[in-house]
């Protein structure tokens, strides 16, 4: 029911920094939570980042917090990850997901995800 697309990826050097995006189609109106995952090499997919429809709430993993920014506009049927101060730690494909059905962070499933884009930062 919903299409997410993902974009803004790259290489960067470290401490530099990137702005991914995430344009959403189908039933967009239904996105009531979008969040932002990613995954390294040998490691399990983690949730970086995630933002509730209104953008009144906004949760973040300890190992980004101050560093990256979720953001969301629903006029636009997009929202977007600022990433900065990039470190070789941060490299990983990043997955953009929302969940249509629970309207908390908490408890978000997120039945719907991104083909991911690939972020790669060199030291």
């Known amino acids: 029911q919903v299409q997410l697309e993902e974009s803004g990826g790259g290489l960067v050097q470290a401490g530099g920094s990137l702005r991914l995006s995430c344009a959403a189609s189908?039933?967009?109106?239904?996105?009531?939570?979008m969040a932002w995952f990613r995954q390294a090499p040998g490691k399990q997919r983690e949730v970086v980042a995630a933002?509730?429809?209104?953008?009144?709430?906004?949760n973040y993993a300890d190992s980004v917090k101050g560093r990256f920014t979720i953001s969301r506009d629903n006029a636009k049927n997009a929202a977007y990850l600022q990433l900065n101060s990039l470190n070789p730690e941060d490299t990983a494909v990043y997955y953009c997901?929302?969940?249509?059905?629970?309207?908390?962070?908490?408890?978000?499933?997120?039945?719907?995800w991104g083909q991911g884009t690939q972020v790669t930062v060199s030291s």
């Open positions: 933002i509730s429809w209104s953008g009144r709430t906004t």
């Open positions: 997901a929302a969940d249509d059905k629970v309207r908390t962070i908490v408890r978000a499933e997120y039945p719907y």
């Open positions: 189908g039933r967009t109106f239904s996105t009531l939570i």
